[in-house]
Nanobody
Framework: QVQLVESGGGLVQADASLRLTCAAS????????MAWFRQAPGKEREFVASTNWNGGITVYADSVKGRFTISADTASNTVSLQMTSLRPEDSATYYCAATISSYSRHKSDYSYWGQGTQVTVSS
């Protein structure tokens, strides 16, 4: 059982930075791979980035490479997504997710989801 809660979303201007945080809990949460997905209105939910808890391996979608950084902190049991150079097309609801699969980019492989946090980037 894993519980996930996202925070940190907001309204920002283009080229601004924003940091999202996912707080994980549950006895087995560190056995799972963690990821961020996002979904804009009328669009499919898409993979953004993933990491294991020790930060040894990270994976990014091509659309965010060089701009977003995912990290995990076992001391606080949180996973963060540091977003820089934000663009209007980054606007979406961002979700934290957990899976026992190995570095999957497919939403169907993720068993646990947070409720989401809204990110809006204005021009």
């Amino acid at each position: 059982q894993v519980q996930l809660v996202e925070s940190g979303g907001g309204l920002v201007q283009a080229d601004a930075s924003l940091r999202l945080t996912c707080a994980a809990s549950g006895r087995t949460y560190m056995r799972h791979l963690m990821a961020w997905f996002r979904q804009a209105p009328g669009k499919e939910r898409e993979f953004v980035a993933s990491t294991n808890w020790n930060g040894g391996i990270t994976v990014y979608a091509d659309s965010v490479k060089g701009r977003f950084t995912i990290s995990a902190d076992t001391a606080s049991n949180t996973v963060s997504l540091q977003m820089t150079s934000l663009r209007p097309e980054d606007s979406a609801t961002y979700y934290c997710a957990a899976t026992i699969s190995s570095y999957s980019r497919h939403k169907s492989d993720y068993s646990y989801w947070g409720q989401g946090t809204q990110v809006t980037v204005s021009s």
